[in-house]
């Protein structure tokens, strides 16, 4: 369905909470409705909505890029094209990145004060939540400076959980991450990208 219906990948968090082995009953809540209406709006919006091959088959990604996030903030940077290799889809020069992008943001005291720690146990936003902020960020950054309709771009990050997420799309949480998920991936549809988001450590040289 999230390859036919794009944009749905995202719109499985509340729905597999509510649907969990455990449940006897259904409960339709507001964040599950509203799953359920985001459903009917991207399938009846698909007439509308041209898929390109590329965002169903990946290409070599065209925009390589690191991001990192914790309390204080977020931020990364996406590097310019490098030669063109098989089967890639490469920008042309004047719609391309000409030098790397850097970018950095703080996170405001509010959410700096939620974060769960070993000093606040009662916290209700986690280090991956910020890292999975941070790479819906990062991805906007790069599609708000340079086009990258039908383009795929390849996300570093060294949070496992983020990297996970983003790969299945949806969470069985309904904390922050599932609303993060559902951004990311009409995110994506909006701009008609494609994303890979990779795992690397957290020190490279």
């Given amino acids: 369905m999230a ?14 909470h509510a649907l969990c082995p455990r449940a006897t009953r259904i409960k ?25 091959l590329v965002e169903v088959v ?13 309390k204080a903030g977020m931020g990364g940077v ?6 063109a290799v098989p089967l890639s889809i490469h920008p042309r020069r004047k719609n391309s990145l ?11 005291k509010l959410i700096q004060q939620a974060i769960v720690s070993s000093a606040n146990l009662l ?21 708000s400076t340079v086009p990258v309709a039908h ?7 060294d949070n496992t959980p983020a990297v996970d997420g983003c790969t299945k799309g949806s969470t069985t ?17 909006h701009f008609r990208y494609k994303r890979s988001l990779q795992h690397c450590t957290g020190v490279q040289e």
């Fill in 3 to 16: 390859i036919a219906i794009l944009g749905s990948k995202g719109c499985f968090s509340f729905l597999q």
């Fill in 28 to 52: 339709i809540t507001r964040e599950v409705r509203d799953q359920l209406l985001n459903f009917l709006w991207l399938s009846e919006d698909v007439c509308n909505r041209p898929t390109h």
């Fill in 58 to 70: 990946p290409t070599p990604p065209s925009y390589i890029g690191a991001m990192d996030a914790a």
């Fill in 78 to 83: 996406w590097f310019p094209p490098g030669p």
């Fill in 98 to 108: 000409q030098d790397p992008c850097p970018w950095r943001s703080p996170f405001l």
């Fill in 123 to 143: 916290g209700d936003i986690s280090n991956s939540d910020l890292e999975l902020c941070g790479t819906v960020a990062h991805g906007d950054i790069l599609a």
């Fill in 151 to 157: 383009l795929t771009t390849c996300n570093l990050s």
């Fill in 173 to 189: 949480t309904t904390g922050p991450a599932a609303y993060l998920l559902l951004v990311s991936s009409l995110h994506q549809r």
